[in-house]
């Protein structure tokens, strides 16, 4: 197995299989999402989900509420499927190729990260025995991002004759369904009306409007086939097809290049238009050119995004899987984030959750900083709808963001476990300021960051009340949704405490520079206002157990019993398919890390020793139903010196997605989970904190690893740090930046190479 590919051979063709390499070969480049369905399609009895998606672009469908009380959702937005451009059909002579027929003498898949495409290679020989050898490339460009294609090679190895494509553009598609999973949207819906079918020239274009949200994507297609006999092309009420014929000699090699489009008019105002001049851009340079700026792209990133583990390359190449992933993902414009499922799948309905700012925003803001304040822009771009949700739960002032939305509407119809987790507001908030701290880039602070960590600061102190002097957050749910609707949850508490010292402490700064005034006259703000966010934040209730000497979850966890787990069935797992949520909600059980996870993004909150004995009490009663877990008390489990087992919880986040571990990746990638590996070498065996008086590393060394080295972009500068028998910080440039290593400080300059000992 090569270093930058990642390939499964001997291939079966189980269902099950089939839906979960759809999810794990697809192609995506952060704008639009293919998966890796077979070209030819699937018989009957065979499973689906073949889609294409377009980062931002949604329907809105109607949300029924058993009882339609005052605030609660009655529509939502669900990513759309677009249309379907990767059918190609192949007949041989008379024969129609097919996996299901005939006989496979050899079949793989694979995934090339360094060039930045997908290959499927069968060898196949049909039922009268003709043999061919097949090779389809696939790729979503990154610097092209409206451009998918499609490269199908055909070799002849016995066979001389007609050779048949038959190239598909269907306008007429559906989301897929699933009646039995909550993660999974219910009843398959038609979300897009194809409009207009048009051919101009070799190109043909289907203008289609999404049912209610009034969004137009056009989808464009161009074959090329240098040495085809004759083309034929027809066209129906929604769709084109295009019949290439050639002949082919034995041991002669045929292609054909296909080329799709996606414009949409989230973006541009005339998408047709649009799609027509990128369409005769990139046709003109060519596929053999679009290869090559791919790999010019992704030599780029891969020098930016080094995370390699000296001599495990199984572990490595896993690590590049889920890096490769984050960045096929993530939104690189204004008008998009990161799903919970990238664009890899329809799970969560293309939502978008506080996963892109705790998760995936980390590995961005030290990799590419841009993408980063992409990632914040679009938190900007829908702040007005993040006050008008504040209005509707009831606050006077300020902004809370949806739990999960698209266009910036809340579409959580479960309250209890969705709008009530207004810890979503401090999540954004510590994106801001991290991105503040590691690349002090104040001119995005100005103009829109603050303005986002103030108005969300203002909810906080209308959320909360005082009682015997002391800051309570009432009724709403932390991270672990297996407990909801309660008291003073530790994580909301103390992420809260953090964004109003940090909303303040900006606002003082800025305030002097007078950079900010035009700001504080828009939104109205206040002196006092800014005393009672110090005020908060510094009598902050927050939970502690004298006889446990652990923070409690929440203020009435510990009176609760403890879940039964020895007599709860393995089959019976995650629990969140099983059991009512009333009931879980009655028990000591968490889904997921809550409080461990603020001892990662908060360390400085609590001591060692409570962190420690609480991390050993939620160590028993954490489920890790959710893919967000592991990696969390991975990272945890670093900064307590446990070595042995952060690499256990780390390695069962690393191959979540490969090996399927949560049994759902068919329905998509759990992109959080592969920022969260990241988050785990980096920021748990590394130990790196990104603080405001400089950079923080305490690096611990895996026995089984001889050493493991990363780099980071910090203030602008390229750093890169390599852990073996020593820990040694490099920069190319010439600077001057504080760096605590294992607590000492050190000075990094003048293109200075620190080493010292690991303390292990």
């Known amino acids: 197995?090569?270093?930058?590919?990642?390939?499964?051979?001997?291939?079966?063709?189980?269902?099950?299989?089939?839906?979960?390499?759809?999810?794990?070969?697809?192609?995506?480049?952060?704008?639009?999402?293919?998966?890796?369905?077979?070209?030819?399609?699937?018989?009957?009895?065979?499973?689906?989900?073949?889609?294409?998606?377009?980062?931002?672009?949604?329907?809105?469908?109607?949300?029924?509420?058993?009882?339609?009380?005052?605030?609660?959702?009655?529509?939502?937005?669900?990513?759309?499927?677009?249309?379907?451009?990767?059918?190609?059909?192949l007949l041989i002579g008379d024969e129609r190729f097919h996996l299901f027929e005939g006989s496979i003498i050899?079949?793989?898949?694979?995934?090339?990260?360094?060039?930045?495409y997908t290959i499927r290679e069968i060898i196949w020989k049909s039922p009268k025995g003709k043999i061919v050898q097949i090779r389809i490339k696939r790729m979503a460009s990154f610097v092209e991002k409206n451009l998918f294609t499609v490269e199908y090679e055909v070799k002849s190895i016995n066979f001389k004759g007609l050779l048949t494509w038959i190239s598909t553009h269907i306008g007429k598609v559906q989301n897929y369904s699933n009646q039995e999973d909550p993660r999974v949207a219910k009843g398959a819906v038609k979300h897009l009306e194809p409009k207009k079918v048009v051919t101009e020239g070799d190109a043909s274009y289907i203008i289609s409007e999404t049912t209610t949200s009034g969004l137009k994507v056009c989808s464009?297609?161009?074959?090329?086939?240098?040495?085809?006999?004759?083309?034929?092309?027809?066209?129906?009420?929604?769709?084109?097809?295009?019949?290439?014929?050639?002949?082919?000699?034995?041991?002669?090699?045929?292609?054909?290049?296909?080329?799709?489009?996606?414009?949409?008019?989230?973006r541009e105002t005339d998408c047709l238009s649009n799609a027509e001049v990128i369409m005769n851009r990139v046709t003109r340079a060519g596929l053999t050119e679009m290869y090559r700026l791919q790999k010019i792209y992704l030599d780029d990133f891969w020098n930016r995004a080094v995370l390699e583990i000296d001599g495990n390359e199984e572990l490595n190449l896993a690590i590049k899987y889920n890096l490769f992933q984050l960045l096929q993902s993530v939104g690189k414009d204004e008008y998009c984030s990161v799903a919970a499922k990238g664009l890899s799948g329809e799970g969560y309905e293309g939502h978008y959750f506080w996963d892109a700012e705790i998760y995936i925003f980390p590995f961005f803001v030290l990799t590419y900083p841009h993408i980063a304040r992409n990632l914040l822009e679009y938190r900007y771009r829908i702040l007005d709808q993040a006050k008008e949700n504040a209005k509707i739960l009831g606050h006077t002032k300020g902004a809370l963001y949806p739990w999960r939305t698209?266009?910036?509407?809340?579409?959580?119809?479960?309250?209890?476990?969705?709008?009530?987790?207004?810890?979503?507001?401090?999540?954004?908030?510590?994106?801001?300021?991290?991105?503040?701290?590691?690349?002090?880039?104040?001119?995005?602070?100005?103009?829109?960051?603050?303005?986002?960590?103030?108005?969300?600061?203002?909810?906080?102190?209308?959320?909360?009340?005082?009682?015997?002097?002391?800051?309570?957050?009432?009724?709403?749910?932390?991270?672990?949704?297996?407990?909801?609707?309660?008291?003073?949850?530790?994580f909301t508490n103390v992420s809260a405490k953090y964004h109003l010292k940090w909303a303040a402490r900006l606002y003082r700064v800025l305030k002097e520079t007078g950079k900010i005034d035009k700001l504080i006259r828009k939104i109205d703000l206040t002196e006092n206002e800014i005393l009672e966010f110090e005020q908060a934040s510094e009598k902050m209730y927050l939970p502690y157990s004298e006889e446990l000497g652990i923070n409690p979850q929440d203020t009435d966890f510990l009176s609760k019993p403890v879940w039964d787990f020895k007599k709860t069935p393995k089959e019976n797992y995650p629990l969140l398919l099983h059991y009512h949520p009333l009931y879980l909600n009655r028990f000591q059980v968490c889904k997921q890390a809550d409080t461990v996870l603020a001892y990662f993004l908060y360390e400085d909150m609590q001591s060692r020793e409570v962190m420690r004995t609480s991390f050993e009490y939620y160590e028993k009663i954490t489920t890790h139903d959710s893919s967000l877990s592991t990696c969390i008390f991975s990272i945890v489990a670093s900064k307590l010196g446990l070595l042995e087992k952060a690499v256990e919880y780390m390695g069962d986040s690393i191959y979540l997605d490969l090996h399927n571990t949560h049994k759902n990746t068919k329905d998509g990638i759990h992109t959080a989970n592969m920022g969260g590996i990241y988050m785990a070498i980096v920021y748990g065996l590394a130990g790196l904190g990104i603080k405001e008086d400089g950079i923080y590393l305490s690096p611990l060394l895996p026995k089984t690893w001889n050493g493991y080295k990363f780099k980071i972009v910090y203030e602008g500068y390229e750093l890169e740090i390599e852990v073996n028998e020593v820990c040694r910080l490099t920069c190319k440039e010439e600077v001057n930046i504080p760096v605590y290593l294992y607590g000492e400080r050190y000075s990094l300059n003048n293109n200075l190479v620190l080493e010292k000992k690991n303390e292990i």
């Open 1 to 89: 197995m090569e270093k930058w590919i990642y390939k499964i051979d001997n291939l079966e063709l189980n269902n099950s299989d089939n839906l979960l390499n759809e999810t794990i070969f697809h192609n995506a480049n952060g704008y639009l999402g293919i998966r890796g369905c077979f070209e030819e399609g699937y018989p009957k009895g065979y499973e689906t989900i073949r889609g294409t998606y377009i980062n931002g672009i949604y329907n809105i469908s109607e949300m029924k509420q058993a009882e339609q009380l005052y605030g609660f959702i009655n529509e939502k937005q669900t990513i759309v499927n677009v249309a379907d451009t990767q059918g190609i059909q």
């Open 106 to 116: 050899n079949y793989s898949r694979s995934l090339d990260m360094k060039n930045g």
């Open 220 to 266: 464009a297609v161009r074959n090329i086939c240098s040495d085809k006999k004759n083309s034929t092309v027809w066209r129906e009420k929604t769709g084109i097809f295009e019949k290439i014929e050639i002949d082919i000699q034995k041991e002669e090699t045929v292609s054909l290049k296909k080329y799709t489009v996606l414009t949409d008019s989230l």
């Open 406 to 490: 698209i266009a910036g509407k809340e579409c959580s119809g479960y309250f209890l476990s969705g709008s009530a987790q207004y810890h979503i507001n401090s999540d954004i908030a510590y994106a801001v300021i991290q991105y503040y701290l590691a690349t002090k880039d104040l001119d995005l602070i100005v103009h829109k960051g603050l303005e986002i960590l103030l108005e969300t600061a203002r909810l906080w102190v209308d959320t909360g009340h005082y009682y015997q002097d002391q800051f309570h957050i009432m009724s709403v749910t932390g991270p672990d949704e297996y407990t909801c609707m309660v008291n003073d949850n530790y």
